[in-house]
């Protein structure tokens, strides 16, 4: 029995966020957001994609996005890679979400909050242990909350998570246990299929389960973790050698034309100068969307769409 890698966005996104995972999400939002309390009683799972609604204004990819029953939004991304100014792009999209909610015309009193729940492969804050944290808004002296604390961040370090199978001690340990280990396991550990809902969540992982054509995009999405890690790699030492941007920009162009070749077929001549010519904010921009290409033709009008 083999078991797809959770921290692989395809996988991520197919165990937690397809049609029949709701009491999936609900059982692991609970376990990490809540300590295990069955605070979230139902929710919705919606369209992670958050579009722009000004010109010029970036796109944002998330892995899943639900409504709880008590009309909080959760949006939840599993980040393998650190990358450049990444707690930034996880503050911006938290505020994106509270600010998207509202059209013209319409009273703030109908904001309602947002938790933004981050799980990362590498450690993002140094000086702890804690491999669960959260992140309010609090009077700096006082340390009192805001009178409006509607968005919180919470992060999952996965490296800070130590603890063995034998030694899971209760819901949340064997969800984050699921996450970190799922990619490793040939069997379902007895200790985790007592929860319905891990077990469940087995069963979709199960490789059986998915059609040729899901595993050819989550070999694809393999193979680009690994060239991205590797390019991320090589720019960094690029960047200490030369001491300049250029380094670590070229790396993830070269990420990406490896990407779309194994995606779409050999890229021509035109289609990589205009990648070449993509600013950081572009490429960026291009790594989250080139999943949803299925041919050349819609490279090309993205690229046309973000030439400017």
Request: a negative charge.
């Amino acid at each position: 029995m083999r078991f797809i890698n959770p921290k692989i966005d395809f996988a991520f996104k197919k165990i937690f966020g397809s049609a029949q995972s709701n009491d999936i999400l609900i059982s692991f939002l609970n376990a990490i957001l809540y300590e295990g309390r069955s605070i979230i009683e139902s929710l919705e799972i919606l369209d992670p994609y958050l579009a722009p609604q000004i010109a010029g204004v970036k796109n944002s990819y998330l892995d899943v996005k639900a409504l709880l029953n008590d009309g909080t939004f959760v949006i939840i991304e599993m980040q393998v890679l650190k990358v450049q100014a990444f707690g930034k792009r996880v503050l911006y999209n938290a505020a994106k979400t509270y600010a998207l909610q509202l059209t013209r015309g319409e009273l703030y009193q109908q904001l309602r909050p947002v938790i933004a729940l981050t799980i990362t492969d590498f450690e993002m804050f140094s000086g702890h242990q804690d491999v669960i944290s959260h992140f309010v808004f609090k009077e700096r002296t006082r340390l009192s909350d805001y009178l409006q604390n509607d968005i919180e961040l919470v992060f999952v370090e996965l490296p800070k998570f130590k603890k063995e199978l034998e030694q899971l001690e209760n819901i949340t340990d064997k969800w984050i246990y699921f996450i970190k280990t799922t990619g490793t396991l040939n069997e379902v550990p007895q200790t985790m299929a007592t929860v319905p809902q891990i077990q469940k969540a087995f069963e979709i992982a199960n490789e059986v389960s998915l059609t040729q054509d899901e595993l050819n995009t989550l070999q694809q999405q393999e193979f680009f973790a690994q060239d991205q890690e590797n390019s991320v790699a090589v720019g960094r030492e690029e960047g200490r050698q030369e001491g300049r941007q250029e380094g670590r920009q070229e790396a993830q162009i070269e990420l990406i034309r490896i990407s779309l070749n194994r995606l779409l077929g050999q890229l021509n001549p035109d289609i990589e100068r205009r990648i070449q010519q993509l600013s950081s904010d572009k490429l960026e921009n291009l790594v989250n969307a080139l999943w949803g290409f299925s041919n050349l033709e819609e490279l090309s009008d993205w690229l046309e769409d973000n030439s400017q």
